[in-house]
């Protein structure tokens, strides 16, 4: 069975910094991986996916991802923080071309 | 805004009592999934459907059922309530439903809250 693992549950950068938000997945297939984004008391919305070809995903709002197969990861990441990135962030990979499969989330805080 | 829409937002209700939770998907997707967001497990698939059939099935409990009706529009019926049951309930779509790669849009969610 598929699975991600999110490797910290809180992360908190000031404003101006780098952001990185790790993602490991478990695969016995090549995976196609997602990170979605969850705004206070609003629903999940797409931030980039990757299927095939080029490693380097760019997303939106400023932030990309890579996907290394040899380590298994898919980490997120923003060169400069914005208070507004201020979410809850989630990895998922995707199974039997179906159901999307969670990792438990990574909460960003972003201080001024 | 995804162009998925749900409702109600919120919902409070008694253990033992049965509610439904409506979605409509955007405009032209055929497949419709949910899902339950709660403390303890986190995001987690539900079901999914397909113009109108069922095409898979996840930690969706006896309890619970869904369908999709030909307007595409489906329903998620929760029954006898538990008090577990309280979470933040996702619909989502998607054009096919069968590509790996294809996008799944989120609606706002329903907060269902059994008291």
Redesign the interface.
């Known amino acids: 069975a598929q699975s991600v693992t999110q490797l910290g549950s809180h992360v908190s950068v000031s404003e101006g910094a780098l952001v990185l938000l790790r993602c490991n997945y478990s695969s016995s297939v090549p995976p196609y991986l997602f990170w979605y984004v969850q705004y206070p008391n609003q629903g999940l919305q797409l931030l980039l996916k990757y299927t095939t070809g080029a490693t380097l995903v760019k997303g939106i709002n400023g932030f990309e991802a890579e996907f290394k197969k040899s380590e298994t990861s898919f980490h997120l990441t923003k060169p400069s923080a914005h208070m507004s990135d201020a979410a809850e962030y989630f990895c998922a990979v995707i199974q039997a071309g179906t159901a999307l499969i969670f990792g438990k989330g990574t909460t960003l805080s972003v201080s001024s | 805004d ?1 162009g ?1 829409t749900q409702t109600p937002k919120h919902l409070i209700t008694a253990t033992g009592q049965r509610v439904t939770l409506r979605c409509s998907p955007r405009s032209g997707d055929l497949s419709v ?1 949910w ?1 339950q967001q709660s403390l303890d497990q ?4 539900l079901i ?1 459907y397909y113009n109108g059939e069922e ?2 099935k ?1 930690n969706i409990l006896e309890r619970f059922s869904a369908q999709q009706f030909p307007d595409l529009h489906s329903e998620l019926n929760l029954s006898s309530l538990e008090l577990g049951d309280s979470a933040l309930y ?1 619909c ?1 779509s998607s054009p096919e ?13 329903t907060r269902l809250l059994v008291l």
């Open positions: 995804s998925v999934y899902y986190g995001l987690q698939f999914q095409r898979a996840g996702f989502a439903g069968g590509a790996l790669a294809e996008t799944q849009y989120f609606g706002p969610g």
